[in-house]
T-cell receptor
């Protein structure tokens, strides 16, 4: 089955600096990679996603890159702000012809702390 | 549109009891997935339903079961509760099954087993 590894588990950055979180996946059939942000006591919310036919996607201060050959994808947050403090989860999903279609496999999460 | 809702929000049970959790997806969404979230194990996939059929199942014992109704609402049941079942149970809904769709999470049901 699919296995998603996420690093680092915790990340402390100064306000204004950049943060990078990396995930690797094991199943080359995975073709959809969302990132979720979960603030303390709240539900996970999608912040950005990427599909396997795209190498990079950007939305304001957030960007995601995908390397299909190496089977890894990364989240980049630039000009971090205190409100970026949260747990970030990466995930991998499977195509329709896969036995695991409809299933999201999550990474273990990264606790990001942005200090003023 | 109203978001994904889950009831109850909090629940305290004792070992050996059973529990039923409910999830109402966003209107028009036909797929509902369930996840268990614990501090040590992160977000673990339980199962996914689409059009009243279980399409996918994670690696959980048979004590964990679910179903989906014709209006897409879903329930999950845990029988013979164990202390280790204490967790936040999240459901997520998505629009359709034709391609990867964004999953929208509910607020979760926090279950404490004593």
């Amino acid at each position: 089955g699919e296995n998603v590894e996420q690093h680092p588990s915790t990340l402390s950055v100064q306000e204004g600096d950049s943060a990078v979180i990396k995930c690797t996946y094991s199943d080359s059939a995975s073709n959809y990679f969302p990132w979720y942000k979960q603030e303390l006591g709240k539900r996970p919310q999608l912040i950005i996603d990427i599909r396997s036919n795209v190498g990079e996607k950007k939305d304001q201060r957030i960007a995601v890159t995908l390397n299909k050959t190496a089977k890894h994808f990364s989240l980049h947050i630039t000009e971090t702000q205190p409100e970026d403090s949260a747990v970030y989860f990466c995930a991998a999903s499977f195509p329709r012809d896969s036995d695991s279609w409809g299933k999201l496999q999550f990474g273990a999460g990264t606790q990001v702390v942005v200090t003023p | 549109k109203a978001g994904v809702t889950q009831t109850p929000r909090y629940l305290i049970k004792t070992r050996g009891q059973q529990v039923t959790l409910s999830c109402s997806p966003i209107s028009g969404h036909r797929s509902v997935s369930w996840y268990q979230q614990t501090p040590g194990q992160g977000l673990q996939f339980l199962f996914e339903y689409f059009s009243e059929t279980q399409r996918n199942k994670g690696n959980f014992p048979g004590r964990f079961s679910g179903r989906q109704f014709s209006n897409s609402r879903s329930e999950m049941n845990v029988s013979t509760l164990e202390l280790g079942d204490s967790a936040l149970y999240l459901c997520a809904s998505s629009l359709a099954a034709n391609r990867q769709e964004t999953q929208y999470f509910g607020p979760g049901t926090r279950l404490l087993v004593l």
